[in-house]
């Protein structure tokens, strides 16, 4: 069936480091792919996506690249802030299939 | 900005109350979703519907219920609460088959 395998956290990174959490995916068809973050208290919130292969979803400086011949979506971002400090999940467009989640800690 | 909402956000209730956790989108979602979720932690998918009348079991089994009676309107009951019902609840629709999911603020839910 399908899934997502994530990156499993804690990540505790100093500000400005470069970031990559990595998602892999097993999915029939050819499915969109996600990332979402989650502040504490709140919900999730879209942060990017990607609905084919070679398509590169971008938002906040953070980018993935859906990779169909590695079935990779890794998310990454040059340089961290302190507000970047969230948990982020990878999902498949089912949104039946989410990721477990990965804490980010940025350290100012 | 995502029209989706539930209510309440947080709720305290007693052992064995019945309860029922709101969720309204405006967006004319076909598809809707509710998620259990210790803070931050894994999402598991314990209902969802595809239209009207339409409603399945996720994963997680769950001694909840829902109802698919207007495409707007997802509501999630417990017929009696128990401090293992004490978790966050999100709820999350989406249009297409592809497209991406929106989510509630979600309800706190504690159970003593």
């Known amino acids: 069936g399908d899934s997502v395998t994530q990156m499993e956290g804690p990540v505790t990174l100093s500000e400005e480091a470069f970031l990559t959490i990595n998602c892999t995916y097993t999915?029939?068809?050819?499915?969109?792919l996600f990332w979402y973050v989650q502040y504490p208290g709140e919900g999730l919130q879209l942060l990017l996506k990607a609905t084919k292969a070679d398509d590169k979803g971008s938002n906040k400086g953070f980018e993935a690249t859906y990779r169909k011949e590695t079935t990779s979506f890794h998310l990454e971002k040059g340089s961290v802030q302190v507000s970047d400090s969230a948990v982020y999940f990878c999902?498949?467009?089912?949104?039946?299939?989410f990721g477990k989640g990965t804490r980010l800690h940025i350290l100012p | 900005e995502a029209d989706i909402y539930q209510t309440p956000r947080y709720l305290v209730i007693g052992t064995g109350k019945k309860i029922t956790l709101e969720c309204s989108q405006t967006?004319?979602?076909?598809?809707m979703y509710w998620y259990q979720q210790d803070p931050g932690m894994e999402l598991h998918l314990i209902h969802y519907?595809?239209?009207?009348?339409?409603?399945e079991k996720g994963d997680l089994s769950s001694e909840s219920t829902v109802s698919r009676i207007r495409t707007e309107h997802f509501p999630l009951t417990l017929e009696s609460a128990r401090p293992s019902h004490t978790s966050q609840y999100l709820c999350a629709s989406s249009g297409g088959a592809r497209a991406e999911a929106f989510f509630g603020q979600g309800t706190r839910l504690t159970v003593v």
């Open positions: 999915a029939t068809g050819y499915p969109s």
């Open positions: 967006m004319g979602h076909d598809k």
């Open positions: 999902a498949l467009s089912s949104h039946i299939i």
């Open positions: 519907s595809y239209g009207v009348n339409s409603t």
